[in-house]
């Protein structure tokens, strides 16, 4: 039948793009230069020896724990708090920035004369007390460091942490006592290696999540580049407002500077692979006698979309769902509504499911006409097989004029098959990519939506669920054995393909095919009460 050959048309598209995905890797040479950072001087912030654990400020919030440094006030360590590297271990979180055994960091720094980041040792700033923790009841916590340079100017470089948010305010208050005018550079950096992460679970169809950093070039919200096309193309450019930030499975730090400013942003590969990507905002002056102030935001945890949508304009698209981001959107979105009183990620997969196939209906009912139009017409068919079967012209020439007569279309079950791939696709990206699937049980042995089942008990179940929707489609005359035996395996096929994509998305596969097998059936047994209904009209006649 015409509608199978539909279905293998999709089972291979759908194929093909997985092995694309899989196997897709970034070519070019890796140079070892690093990169110019500025035509006109050096704004890197130096780079001080190794950090003493002792020696940190230890902040603490309802979400995160940092480290700062003292020497220069960057953050080089954030511990998140509500995510476990792996699943059932509680005392062993998340952390993105670190400084002990690789090197990953949060910078920012003030240039100019007689400004704490001008030069090694960097400014040790003072504070009140090693360790702050946002107390209960209180939805902000401040953390103020000072320093004053021989000549009277007082730096104050002030952290605010909120409740609830992974979003971390940063401002430079500049003091200017002294009896001549001073100007300043704000640079804001983030520096890491190249090591993985140890997040990077294959658990996808062996799919690569994407490591490495993404900014708003000009006119744009959103670009991503690896580290590989980092090295051979460092980014200079600039614009008003935007971001930088680095990018990994399911978690982003970001710089995002008011946006109101012009930046500069570059970005430079050390020899030893130590990546940086920077903005510099425009010189500031401050008179003699007088103060001004300077800041930034900076975003570090998970690609929380409401969050990220609230931090800047286009950090929402570190949550990359591709070509089919359109699509992808609207059912990330639903199933955060359904998931927002059911409490299980899996039952808001199938609500999603139950949705797409309601809205698909129409088209789906139009499918299922067909293959019971199709199905009537199969004695016909057969006759015709036995008389023009060994002319394969005539016989198409027969078949199509019996189509035309009966009304049947033999192409009606082909679109909604094909309209369902990119639903597929955007649905892959979003189980792939949202962070609240990480770790998240259905029930029983399914503990994480986001990795395979341990088992296999849901691939074999949607091999079913394919294969009974095989026997219910008529088979077609035209196709020789060989053909027959070819679709008789893409259950068999689809099957082992699904054993290594998320538990969530064979969830999906398998509701998807259990409702269209409801689907036909009520279909098919309306036309076949219609057509007796006619009939026994038509006796009594």
């Not at 401040?142 to 942490?161: A, H, I, Q, R, Y």
């Not at 499975?249 to 942003?265: K, L």
Request: glycine share 6%; charged share 20%.
């Amino acid at each position: 039948m015409e509608s199978m050959r539909g279905f293998f048309i999709l089972g291979l598209a759908i194929c093909t793009f997985l092995l694309y995905q899989a196997w897709q890797k970034d070519y070019g040479p890796q140079p070892t230069q690093q990169a110019s950072v500025s035509e006109e001087k050096d704004v890197t912030v130096a780079t001080e020896g190794s950090i003493s654990g002792e020696d940190l400020i230890d902040v603490e919030t309802d979400l995160v724990k940092f480290k700062i440094k003292p020497n220069g006030g960057d953050i080089v360590y954030a511990e998140l708090k509500k995510y476990n590297v792996e699943l059932n271990s509680p005392d062993n979180k998340v952390v993105l920035f670190d400084y002990r055994d690789r090197m990953y960091q949060a910078k920012s720094a003030l240039l100019g004369q007689g400004a704490p980041d001008n030069q090694l040792p960097r400014a040790r700033y003072e504070t009140e007390k090693s360790s702050y923790k946002l107390a209960e009841g209180k939805d902000e916590l401040v953390l103020p460091l000072t320093w004053m340079n021989d000549e009277g100017v007082t730096f104050s470089k002030t952290f605010k942490f909120k409740r609830g948010e992974y979003l971390v305010e940063m401002e430079y208050s500049i003091n200017n006592q002294s009896s001549h005018d001073r100007t300043y550079n704000f640079v804001a950096e983030l520096s890491r290696d190249q090591k993985p992460t140890g997040l990077e679970e294959k658990s996808s169809f062996g799919m690569k999540p994407f490591m490495g950093v993404a900014y708003s070039p000009e006119e744009q919200q959103y670009e991503k580049i690896d580290f590989e096309e980092l090295a051979e193309e460092p980014i200079k450019t600039s614009r008003q407002g935007g971001w930088i930030g680095f990018l990994q499975h399911y978690f982003v730090s970001a710089w995002i500077p008011q946006q109101d400013q012009q930046i500069n942003i570059t970005s430079s590969v050390k020899q030893n692979k130590d990546t940086t990507v920077r903005f510099v905002q425009p010189t500031i002056s401050v008179p003699a006698n007088q103060q001004k102030t300077i800041g930034a935001s900076l975003y570090v945890g998970p690609k929380d979309l409401e969050q990220l949508e609230a931090a800047a304009p286009g950090l929402d698209k570190s949550l990359d769902l591709s070509w089919v981001w359109w699509i992808g959107l609207p059912l990330y979105k639903m199933m955060q509504f359904f998931f927002s009183f059911l409490g299980n990620w899996g039952l808001a997969i199938i609500l999603v499911t139950i949705v797409i196939k309601t809205l698909l209906y129409p088209l789906s009912a139009a499918q299922y006409r067909s293959m019971a139009n199709m199905r009537k017409l199969q004695p016909k068919m057969q006759r015709l097989k036995e008389r023009y079967g060994d002319d394969k012209q005539r016989m198409q020439q027969e078949m199509m004029k019996m189509y035309k007569e009966e009304g049947a279309n033999p192409f009606g079950g082909c679109l909604p098959m094909l309209l369902q791939f990119p639903i597929f696709i955007a649905l892959y990206y979003v189980l792939f990519e949202a962070v609240e699937l990480r770790h998240a049980p259905f029930f029983g042995w399914i503990q994480d939506l986001s990795v395979a089942d341990p088992y296999f008990v849901l691939p074999l179940l949607m091999g079913g669920s394919m294969w009974l929707m095989q026997r219910l489609q008529p088979k077609s005359p035209t196709m020789d054995q060989m053909q027959q035996k070819i679709m008789s395996y893409l259950p068999v096929l689809f099957t082992v393909f699904m054993l290594f994509f998320p538990a969530g998305l064979v969830l999906y596969w398998l509701c998807n095919n259990l409702i269209s097998v409801a689907q036909q059936q009520y279909v098919t047994k309306k036309i076949e009460r219609q057509d007796a209904a006619g009939k026994k009209a038509a006796g009594k006649k």
